[in-house]
């Protein structure tokens, strides 16, 4: 069975779809067998695992929206171990178009229950806002990953995210966990990154990743090349913490087995 983690924050760009297509690819990497699916409109972790939006003809939306078999739309991808479930614009419809459906918030859930036995991970990259895309994701995971951008208002929006989740808790999924608090694109030259460390450390403990993301131009690059870090560039530091990162998760899995 596989474990699902769900990479959330409602804030756009602090590292979601950079962490959600290289610790895939990480894990895919390390021998794991995994499934990246992605439920943002915008579809950057579909690219960004190489697959060309033009070409999907139906995504996560059909899925969602019009009971799709989920097997139907999975792609392999260049890596041997990673598939993905992709989405396209399509998908930007389904958030009100859910609302008058039955079971709205776990219809992720059901569709990943088909497809669980072939994976050891299934990792949601979800979009920047607490809508009924990431309920279904948080509804449908075993834990919630969650990168914070080490800068000014790292810790702004938190506490919605956190009742968020205790509200997923109480009424969807009990067995929710905080797989961990990641912190992201740290600026090694400057003191606030440090200082933010600090403080997201001071209020989540033992929950924060030991591996740190550093600001990194290659990580930057290589979603226009249509490549996860280790296959764009395996040498570079971006390569080696996410590897760091993707070692760590399993590690933290066997731990808590
Ligand atoms: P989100 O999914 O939370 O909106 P993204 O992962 O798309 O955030 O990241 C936002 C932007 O920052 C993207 O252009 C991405 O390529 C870039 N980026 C993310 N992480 C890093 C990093 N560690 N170093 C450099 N650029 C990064
Ligand atoms: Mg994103």
Do not use: W
């Amino acid at each position: 069975m596989a474990k699902t983690v769900a990479i959330a924050n409602q804030k756009g760009g602090v590292g979601k779809t950079t962490t959600a297509v290289n610790i895939s690819a990480c894990l895919a990497h390390v021998g794991q067998r995994v499934l990246l699916v992605d439920i943002d409109p915008q579809g950057n972790a579909t690219s960004g695992a190489g697959i060309e939006k033009g070409d999907v003809e139906r995504c996560i939306y059909n899925v969602l929206v019009e009971d799709t078999d989920i097997r139907d739309i999975v792609r392999g991808t260049a890596l041997e171990q990673l598939d993905v479930v992709p989405a396209t614009i399509q998908l930007s419809g389904a958030e009100i178009e859910l609302v008058s459906t039955i079971s709205r918030e776990i219809r992720l859930k059901n569709a990943l229950e088909d497809v669980a036995e072939q994976y050891d991970y299934i990792i949601i990259d979800c979009p920047p806002s607490l809508g009924l895309l990431t309920i279904n994701a948080l509804s449908a995971s075993d834990s919630i990953l969650i990168p914070v951008q080490c800068e000014y208002y790292a810790l702004e929006g938190l506490s919605q995210l956190l009742n968020t989740v205790r509200l997923v808790q109480k009424h969807l999924n009990h067995d929710l966990e905080i797989e961990g608090v990641l912190l992201t694109m740290l600026d090694a030259r400057t003191n606030l990154g440090f200082q933010v460390i600090e403080e997201v450390k001071k209020y989540f403990q033992e929950k924060v990743f030991e591996t740190i993301i550093p600001r990194n131009i290659r990580l930057g690059e290589a979603p226009s090349h249509g490549l996860p870090i280790i296959m764009y560039d395996a040498k570079s530091k971006g390569a080696e913490v996410y590897l760091e990162l993707a070692k760590e998760v399993v590690a933290g899995g066997q731990r808590s087995r």
